[in-house]
Each structure stands twice: as C-alpha cells, then as structure tokens.
C-alpha cells in the first residue's frame, strides 16, 4: 500500500469539489383554484382517492419490508456465509467497548465480525490523522496498527517519502511536519459506517466508509480545509490477541450530494478543530 492508497494526497490535496452548481431551477406552478391551463379542476371521487390512499400504504409497508430484511450483524452475503448489513447494523450492540490502548489507539478488540469492523474504524481515525505526518508519532501509529512484519516495511516506505520534507511542504507544512505560524492543520478521518466483506478465522476484509477533512486552516491559507469521502478496505489478520491490518486499498465515495451550507472562516474551522476531539469507534 502506497502513501496515497491511505491519504490521496498529490494533484488533489488542495482540490476543492464545487457544490450546488447544479443548474437546475424550481417552477413553482400558480396556486388557485384552475389549472395551469384555465380550467377549473374537477373534484376527485371519494372512492378513487380511498384506493389511491389504500394503495400508497401498501406500497410503503411493503418498501419497509424489504429494507428491513437485513439481518443487522454488519456483514455482507457472499460465499463466506457473511449477512447483510441491516437498518439497525450501527445499532448498541450491548458489547462492553474495548478498554486497551495501544500507542494512544484503541486495542484488545475481539475476534468476531462486530471486533474487526470497530479495529478497521479505529485504524482508519489513526492512520488518517495529523500524527502521520510527524515521525515519532507516526512510527508509533503504524507499529500498533500494522502486523509486525508489515509495520517495517510501512515505516521503512512512509520515513522515505516525508524524509526532507519535500512532501510536507508541498501540501504547506513545515520540513518537520509542523504548521506555519497562525495556521492549525487539519487531518482528520470520520467513519460513517462499517462491514465486514469476508471473515474466516483469523483472517478478516473490512470496509470503512468515511469523510476526510483535510487542509490548513487559517488567513491566507493556500490550501483550505476540504471534504473528501472515501472507503478503504483493510486486510486483518488476528495476531497476538488483536486484529492488525496486514493490507489496505481506497477508493473514491461514496460522496452525497453537498448541501447548499455557508463554508465556515478559517478562524472558526481552526477553533473547531481544537475544541472538538475525535472518538473511539466501537458498538
């Protein structure tokens, strides 16, 4: 897995993806009592409208059955004899969260479906946090996320591409991963959901949908904090009590349709960042 498998830094870094430019436009159509053609509307039978009602019902009762038909585990069907995620699949499952803590991330997650999708959620948070980009914390991340054997190889690719900070400069950091004075980084992953695409014994894949922020915040700044959604599927591998990953890809979205929201100043997103903390992901 290569540097941009895991952030997608690079030609996008600083892209900015406009919202709302649809091109569309509403027709509000005039209200009173004729049509839009001058004539006065005929009342609708009463018997006619029971039926269109009664029908509309059995439509939504039957809509609602079928998006319920997931069993709700997280998993998905295929040859592994995995499930489906249902409606409620990011419910409470009532399981005890994991209380181990591993180089500041959170461990001792279990060997189920349900532990494998809240250790790929974790390491996501970690992996794509503002701790990689500075080498102490980064070695620390990588070595309590990797299997031992990958985490070597992990550093030994990641320490080559931030050595003489080439790489953090282009993306407006400091040579040592730092952010210019009056500017507060951003590098922050949210997962929105998880599952499991296959499990057998000590092995597990594991897909975490997620939206990324990402950019400097402050006056100025060449590289605004953005909004990116990605989904990266971790290969786990129980080593030693706990899952770690031994393999990842990423690709682009799911990405919704953005909201015709006022983007935040710069000054508000920095404050945000500082005063709001990220989370242990488990269920």
């Known amino acids: 897995m290569s540097l941009g498998d895991e952030h997608d830094y690079g030609s996008d870094a600083g892209r900015t993806e406009g919202i709302g430019g649809t091109g569309q436009t509403r027709t509000r159509l005039p209200d009173g009592g004729g049509d839009v053609y001058g004539n006065g509307r005929r009342p609708v039978r009463a018997s006619r409208s029971l039926v269109t009602v009664v029908g509309v019902v059995v439509l939504l009762i039957a809509a609602i059955a079928f998006a319920n038909r997931g069993n709700g585990d997280g998993t998905s069907t295929d040859s592994s004899d995995s499930k489906r995620p249902g409606s409620d699949s990011t419910a409470a499952s009532g399981v005890k969260p994991v209380t181990g803590n591993s180089g500041g991330i959170a461990s001792g997650f279990a060997h189920t479906s349900q532990g494998a999708q809240s250790a790929a959620a974790n390491y996501a948070v970690a992996l794509g946090s503002d701790g990689m980009f500075k080498e102490d914390t980064r070695h620390k991340i990588v070595n309590a996320v990797y299997a031992p054997d990958v985490a070597a190889v992990q550093l030994t690719d990641l320490d080559r591409v931030y050595s003489g900070g080439k790489f953090l400069t282009s993306i407006g950091l400091k040579a040592d991963g730092s952010a210019p004075t009056g500017m507060t980084f951003v590098s922050r992953t949210n997962p929105a959901g998880a599952r499991t695409v296959k499990i057998s014994g000590d092995t597990a894949s594991v897909s ?22 990605y989904t990266n599927t971790f290969e786990l591998k129980w080593i030693n009590g706990d899952w770690r990953v031994t393999d990842s890809s990423q690709k ?6 953005g909201h015709d929201q006022t983007a935040s100043s710069a000054q508000d997103m920095a404050d945000a960042v500082k005063e709001f903390g990220g989370f242990t992901y488990a269920r």
């Open 208 to 229: 975490v949908w997620y939206s990324a922020l990402f950019g400097l915040a402050g006056e100025g700044s060449t590289n605004p904090v953005s909004e990116s959604w």
């Open 252 to 257: 682009d979205g799911p990405v919704p349709v």
